[in-house]
């Protein structure tokens, strides 16, 4: 069964420290990988996309790895703001005859002054 | 700044009543999503289209729920009779896919259409 699986389910660190977000799937066969950022009341946004050749993707302080062999991959967060604050959804995309997107169930972070 | 748009933000209402939601996506995409998110499910895909066709509502109750793209401006989410469990955000994205399915491209989200059905 294809899932996504992220921990840890929520998070709280201090503003200027660092953070690293994991998710795990089982989805197959793999098309590419990407982290959203979803602020609280508003809609998903883009942070990174991985296919299966890269293993890792910067976009500002946000680094994503990527390792296909163990299905695994890591949103890390370098010198936290407060405006980091908000849920970071990991989603893989799967192609079996029809493009679908499998959504893990997203960490909260919390970031504190 | 191309974005996707989507109407009603937030909408009440009482249960057996219709509720249809409503998405410009972004020019020149050629596939739109429709998802649902609560607080216990996360993101669900309930339905997409691609050049505008249907590709899979397989995650949409059928007896209900109704996805339509009547062009390339506009699609709808409709929900007849609505119920409380319907209650949550429904998201609708936006991307440009190649034909085989796969793509590296972004898939832009609406800020969502919050409902709550009593």
């Known amino acids: 069964k294809n899932q996504v699986e992220q921990s840890p389910q929520s998070l709280i660190i201090l503003e200027g420290k660092n953070c690293t977000l994991q998710?795990?799937?089982?989805?197959?066969?793999?098309?590419?990988l990407r982290w959203y950022k979803q602020d609280t009341g508003r809609g998903p946004v883009s942070l990174t996309i991985?296919?299966?050749?890269?293993n890792t993707k910067s976009n500002g302080r946000y680094t994503a790895t990527l390792d296909a062999d163990t299905k695994q991959s890591s949103l890390h967060i370098t010198a936290s703001q407060l405006s980091d604050s908000a849920s970071y959804i990991c989603?893989?995309?799967?192609?079996?005859?029809?493009?679908?997107?499998?959504f893990g169930t997203g960490t909260r972070l919390k970031v504190l002054a | 700044d191309a974005r996707v748009t989507q109407t009603p933000r937030h909408k009440v209402t009482e249960m057996g009543q219709e509720v249809t939601m409503r998405c410009q996506p972004i020019?020149?995409?050629?596939?739109v999503f429709w998802y649902r998110q609560t607080m216990m499910q996360g993101l669900e895909l309930l339905a997409y289209f691609r050049n505008r066709a249907p590709l899979d509502d397989s995650g949409m109750p059928k007896d209900r729920f109704s996805a339509e793209m009547p062009d390339a401006t506009l699609a709808t989410l409709k929900i007849q009779p609505s119920e409380p469990r319907d209650s949550a955000v429904y998201f609708c994205?936006?991307?440009?896919?190649?034909?085989?399915?796969?793509?590296?491209?972004?898939?832009?989200f609406g800020e969502g259409s919050w409902l709550t059905v009593v």
């Open positions: 991985m296919t299966f050749s890269e």
């Open positions: 989603v893989v995309s799967a192609t079996s005859g029809t493009y679908k997107y499998i």
């Open positions: 994205a936006s991307g440009l896919v190649g034909n085989t399915g796969r793509s590296g491209n972004t898939i832009y």
């Open positions: 020019l020149g995409h050629n596939t």
């Open positions: 998710c795990n799937y089982t989805v197959s066969p793999f098309s590419n």
